[in-house]
């Protein structure tokens, strides 16, 4: 009796090895970027005289919260830190989402004199370092009077080129029949604005709001320029200002950036379908 045989092309067999080839690579990729954050927890929960043993333990054998119960107890001021850079980054991430997202919709919809020369200026201003604006930018944040104030955070980040662009980018792949559907149905400029533009752009919105906010999130140089007292630091700046002069508490210092990157993390997972349609449509339409 004939023994039936599937068979396999080698085409097919190629393909396999290149699966395999495929997600071995993703998961070494994924494991390489997430290791910073499971070290980052795991010397959290490390007590301080073990962080720096040689070799260190990869896994917490003697793991507690020890770190965090010191944290609460030594910076006092370690909640008015979080809801500091809280504040600062909503507020700069809503600015950045409504005006980054009008001005990309007036450089993508509309035709006004010298609309193309305005926006290469302003883009080409990515070329300039962020470092050569901080003393200009501090004398005039002196001159208003908001030094060591929040809102020498808020202010200055109102509005970014690199969202300008994102938004004018993702704006001109939206069909101009919608607009104009609007505006014959009675609706004003703004209302075009709001009721087409705006949930249309949900994906772009989602991506830029992850970038603002974990950018102004992590930032440090210019809170610790313009903030001098304790209680108006932001995370970042308190973290580092638990840093002694001649020893580091590492354990301590890592269960303060652990619980800093807490936020983050949810911030991310709350705005990751709008992150990922983003860059999907963005690969397929461009």
Known sequence: MAVATKYVSPGRRQW????????LTLI??????????????VTALTPTRETIKVPPDLIPINGSLENFQRLFSQAR????????SLIVALSVTLFHIFFDTLAGYAFA????PGKNIMFW?????????????????????????????????????TADVFGIFLMRQYIQTLPSELEEAARIDGSSEPGVFWHVILPLSKPALG??????????????????????????YTLPVGVSSLQGEFSTDYGLIFAGAALAALPMI?????????????VRMGALKG
């Open 266 to 278: 949810v911030f991310f997972l709350v705005f990751q379908r709008y992150f990922l349609e983003g």
């Open 109 to 112: 919809k509309k035709q006004f």
């Open 207 to 232: 991506a830029l709001a992850i970038f603002t906010f974990v950018r102004v999130w992590n930032s440090f140089l210019w809170p610790l320029i313009v903030l001098q007292k304790s209680i108006n």
């Open 77 to 84: 001021n370690y909640w008015r830190w979080g809801l500091n």
């Open 16 to 23: 396999s090895w290149l699966s395999i080839l495929a997600w």
């Open 121 to 157: 200026i302003i883009l080409s201003t990515l070329m300039i370092p962020a470092h050569v604006t901080l003393v200009p930018l501090y004398i005039v944040t002196r001159q208003l009077g908001l030094i060591d104030s929040l809102w020498a955070l808020i202010l200055p980040g």
């Open 28 to 41: 070494v990729t994924v494991v390489i970027s997430l290791w910073p954050m499971y070290w980052l927890f």
